[in-house]
């Protein structure tokens, strides 16, 4: 599968983003997907996951309650929406996938889990 991230911009601290990722294929709904994000100097780092049917998502603590994870599997997409942004949630946001149904509360943070990655998606928020 292929994966392309967009979204991404400059916006002021306290305002909302919704990114979007758009992925190639007949089989999305086969896949785990996840968020992660690197900001400049730093590891890359999670930011929340959703299963194949949607039905199931889990995030990091510094954006839980603030992010929120969708996806529409008969458009082939997956989006965050981002809100009340602060200027530590600057970064470069990726998305990436796993191929497989796992079951509900199998959440997968780890960047190492995933197979495939898209190209990534710069959010910058200003103080």
């Known amino acids: 599968v292929q994966l392309q991230a967009s979204g991404g911009g400059l916006v002021q601290a306290g305002g909302s983003l919704r990114l979007s990722c758009a992925a190639s294929g007949r089989t999305f709904s086969s896949y785990h997907m996840g968020w992660f994000r690197q900001a400049p100097g730093k590891e890359r780092e999670f930011v929340g996951t959703i299963n194949w049917s949607g039905g199931s998502t889990d995030y990091a603590d510094s954006v839980k309650g603030r992010f929120i994870i969708s996806r529409v599997n008969a458009a082939n997409r997956v989006y965050l929406e981002m809100n009340s942004l602060k200027p530590e949630d600057t970064a470069v946001y990726y998305c990436?996938?796993?191929?497989?149904?796992?079951?509900?509360?199998?959440?997968?943070?780890?960047?190492?889990?995933?197979?495939?990655w898209g190209q990534g998606t710069l959010v910058t928020v200003s103080s």
């Open positions: 990436a996938a796993r191929y497989g149904q796992f079951p509900a509360g199998q959440s997968m943070p780890n960047p190492s889990f995933y197979s495939y």
